[in-house]
């Protein structure tokens, strides 16, 4: 019989040691409390990765203290109220939230970089995108830091993932301030 996955939530949810050993190393790795959820509609949180945990008033039952994986913010629609966030979970799927079911938030520091077990505070912000390997009829480009002229970055499949790159945080730094390599 193989075995079953036990994903990270799961393992919290049902391990009282796992999840202090888990939260800790979370803070470890730069990722934070939120000290209001409210701040989660901040636009400048847009593209961060974050966790949750449910407060045990939504409608999917779930109690107190229930630890969520989360994923990448992606924001309010325009037409909803600030009640509802909308996030891409690691499995692709786009999701809402109702911050008034959230108990607490995590969001991860994008400035805070580990490297063995040091962890420090990153000063430069340059942004690396993998070298394009494969044309389409889609590209998206930046001006080399170097020389000025337009570069490939990414090649999309078609109209809607160029430009859904080019909408990205990532982009949208490369482009302001033209802090971008190739990795």
Request: charged share 30%; net charge positive.
């Amino acid at each position: 019989m193989p075995r079953r996955y036990l994903s990270i939530q799961e393992k919290v949810n049902s391990s009282k040691e796992y999840e202090i050993y888990y939260i800790n190393k979370l803070i470890k790795e730069g990722w934070y409390k939120l000290e209001s959820n409210e701040l989660i509609l901040d636009e400048k949180l847009k593209g961060r990765h974050f966790k949750y945990r449910l407060n045990g008033n939504s409608l999917s039952n779930a109690k107190e203290g229930t630890f969520r994986s989360g994923g990448m913010l992606i924001g309010k629609n325009k037409e909803q109220s600030n009640e509802y966030i909308l996030y891409k979970a690691y499995n692709g799927c786009i999701f809402p939230l109702q911050i008034s079911d959230i108990q607490e938030i995590y969001v991860k520091d994008p400035n805070i970089r580990i490297e063995g077990n040091k962890k420090e505070k990153v000063i430069k912000n340059t942004v690396y995108f993998k070298e394009p390997t494969t044309d389409t009829k889609f590209p998206v480009y930046l001006v080399s830091p170097a020389t000025g002229n337009n570069i490939v970055v990414y090649y999309a499949k078609d109209n809607y993932h160029k430009d859904r790159f080019a909408l990205s945080k990532k982009y949208e730094y490369a482009f302001r301030t033209r802090d971008w390599g190739f990795e």
